[in-house]
């Protein structure tokens, strides 16, 4: 696990040592440049494998091909046991130096061949080619932009941001969407100039042009229906492989562990293949906060003899931490559990260097509620005629939706959109787009002149229209929701701490098997995640094989509310993204005060607004 960076169509040593320097915490063990006309590399290596012989840049063996690279090629012994039959001669025991070989053997379609987790830039001397690459599902993160034909690339923005020639400043399409969906869509980022990588992309880079590409994509549901009992081996079988090449290190390992499904089968697939007790790491709240998810994590960590820590947050973490955390992830994602995340690091980087977690098993099999409520808003839209739904439904929902819980809010609301995937995306949401008419000021309405559901649709849903409605919202979390939230904030707030975040899920092999298994047996019912938890039954504690889904809450209603409602005060009274004219004062003062009477909806607006401000102060202010 590293922080790579770099330039390209100019040569500045300097730049390039201040870009790595900025996220050393990425990798305090090592860092390494490399210069040739035209192109520069630079590298901050957290040392997982090879560690006396892995430093980066790697090189062929005639030096005219480097690499730097973040991330883990779990295959890479036998990618290298081929390459040498091929004749290619290996320097170093790493797994980097897998990618010059396999590139002077197939090109960028190296990216074919490795299984694992990557970010990557391979400059080619001889046809004086820069390729950029990212791995299918988007664990690790990947930033470039263009300045008159020169090219900056980097692991996390700030990076970036060391260049006098990239000015930090807003692009009000991400935050548009943003106040939407809690975080930015697409190739996107908060800054205006600066974009994404997309997973499963390649780029090339030669002589001030850019040519991008897609090399794999999530499958959509695949192949003839077999038995339930064929799914659950294939799928044990799948993770069982996912989870023992997930081992390969020579630092200590452990497990976030939560005592859900997802963490509670790879600690327990885990716990088969090692020697010694696990060590599993769990979060919860103080007093008056959520504690269930400790109870339920010591339950699985006794179950598999692991050696469980336990952190308590109490109040007034938000407070000191929330800065530091908006700084690491480079962009506003509006999700209080990342605080979680940090501390949860920063406990476990005392005793573990690697960390394995159960991201990613929502998305693939089925685990959110708004696939319940899409699924029933779809019959809706199939039973009741369009006139009838605008007519009638539409207006006795909106009347009685003032006096129910705020709990009951959504899932009515979004019967009322006409759209059946907007009805779904709404579950998502935080502003609508009456909201945000009602927030903006008159500039920026001039400028974000497009619907957030609209463009989620023709983003996420396009093309799959013969597709069944669970598989196409699930498609669309794993491209969205879980690429730019949940993996996101783990990469970022795992590597604030210098620790590497595996997630064998998300295994490529995994997701594609997953697309094979009919709708039906992810979510069968009111069971979600049925197939998971049939692959647990011989794993898990008795307590957690038909554990519903809970959320991981944070105690937005308890001491989160007022330690909220005091950083507001203090940020959002006269704040700058008021006076520079975002927002209407008097919107944000009624959020605020909507906020202090426990609703709960504007609880989520009032953090979203909160996050940016802080955000806009800390990187554009």
Not at 296 to 325: R, Y
Not at 346 to 358: I, P, Q, R, S
Not at 574 to 597: N, Q, T, W
Request: hydrophobic share 40%; net charge negative.
């Amino acid at each position: 696990m590293c922080g790579i960076c770099g330039t390209a169509g100019f040569e500045d040593e300097h730049l390039l040592r201040e870009m790595c320097s900025v996220m050393k915490h990425r990798g305090p063990d090592d860092a390494g440049a490399f210069m040739d006309a035209g192109v520069g590399l630079g590298h901050q290596r957290l040392s997982i494998i090879d560690l006396e012989g892995g430093h980066q840049p790697v090189h062929n063996e005639d030096g005219s091909v480097w690499v730097v690279y973040n991330g883990e090629i779990y295959n890479h012994v036998e990618l290298r046991d081929g390459l040498e039959l091929d004749g290619h001669r290996f320097y170093t025991s790493s797994d980097t130096e897998v990618l010059v070989h396999l590139y002077e053997k197939y090109g960028t379609d190296l990216v074919q061949y490795l299984r694992g987790m990557f970010a990557f830039a391979l400059w080619d001397s001889n046809t004086k080619t820069l390729m950029l690459a990212r791995d299918r599902l988007g664990i690790k993160p990947l930033y470039y932009t263009m300045v008159d034909g020169k090219l900056l690339f980097a692991s996390e923005i700030k990076s970036i941001l060391q260049s006098d020639e990239v000015n930090a400043a807003v692009n009000i399409t991400a935050l548009h969407d943003y106040l939407t969906f809690r975080h930015t869509l697409s190739d996107d980022t908060m800054f205006a100039g600066i974009r994404k990588l997309l997973p499963g992309h390649v780029m090339t880079y030669h002589e001030g042009e850019v040519a991008i590409s897609q090399y794999w994509d999530v499958p959509l549901g695949t192949g003839e229906i077999k038995s339930e009992d064929h799914y659950v081996k294939n799928l044990r079988r799948l993770l069982e492989e996912s989870v023992r090449m997930r081992l390969m290190s020579e630092v200590p390992l452990g497990v976030y562990l939560s005592g859900g499904i997802d963490s509670g089968i790879i600690t327990g697939l885990m716990s088969k293949m090692v020697d010694d007790p696990i060590e599993t790491f769990s979060v919860g709240f103080g007093a008056e906060g959520e504690i269930g998810e400790l109870s339920q994590a010591q339950v699985a960590a006794e179950h598999f003899g692991t050696n469980h820590h336990e952190l308590v947050v109490e109040q007034g973490a938000f407070k000191k931490h929330l800065p530091d955390i908006i700084w690491h992830n480079d962009e506003p994602i509006a999700d209080p559990s990342a605080l979680a995340m940090f501390l949860l690091s920063k406990m476990a980087k005392k005793h573990v260097t690697v960390v394995l977690n159960g991201a990613g098993g929502d998305e693939i099999f089925g685990g959110y509620i708004s696939y319940k409520v899409g699924l029933a808003n779809e019959r809706y839209h199939n039973v009741v005629p369009g006139a009838l739904r605008r007519g009638l439904v539409r207006p006795m929902v909106n009347a009685v939706l003032p006096y129910l819980p705020s709990k009951f809010y959504v899932g009515l609301q979004s019967a009322t959109r006409e759209v059946k995937e907007h009805g779904f995306l709404f579950t998502k949401s935080v502003f609508s787009e009456e909201n945000k008419d009602e927030l903006y000021t008159d500039m920026l309405k001039g400028q974000a002149d497009h619907d957030s559901f609209e463009r989620a649709t023709d983003t996420l849903f396009k093309n799959h229209a013969r597709t069944g409605f669970l598989d196409r919202m699930m498609y669309a979390d794993t491209k969205s929701y879980l690429v730019d939230h949940i993996l996101l904030e783990t990469d970022k707030l795992t590597m604030s701490s210098s620790i590497e975040a595996r997630v064998p899920i998300i295994d490529h092999k995994v997701v594609e098997f997953a697309a094979t298994i009919p709708p039906h047996l992810k979510l069968k019912g009111m069971t979600e995640k049925y197939i998971l938890k049939k692959v647990g039954q011989d794993i898990l504690p008795p307590s957690a094989r038909n554990r519903r889904k809970r959320p991981f809450k944070i105690p937005i209603n308890t001491w989160f509310k007022d330690e909220l409602n005091e950083m507001a005060e203090q940020l959002l009274d006269d704040s700058v993204i008021v006076r520079e004219g975002y927002f209407k004062p008097e919107v944000v003062a009624d959020i605020m005060r909507r906020h202090k009477r426990s609703e709960l909806l504007y609880n989520h607006q009032l953090y979203a607004l909160l996050v940016f401000e802080m955000w806009h102060e800390r990187f554009v202010g």
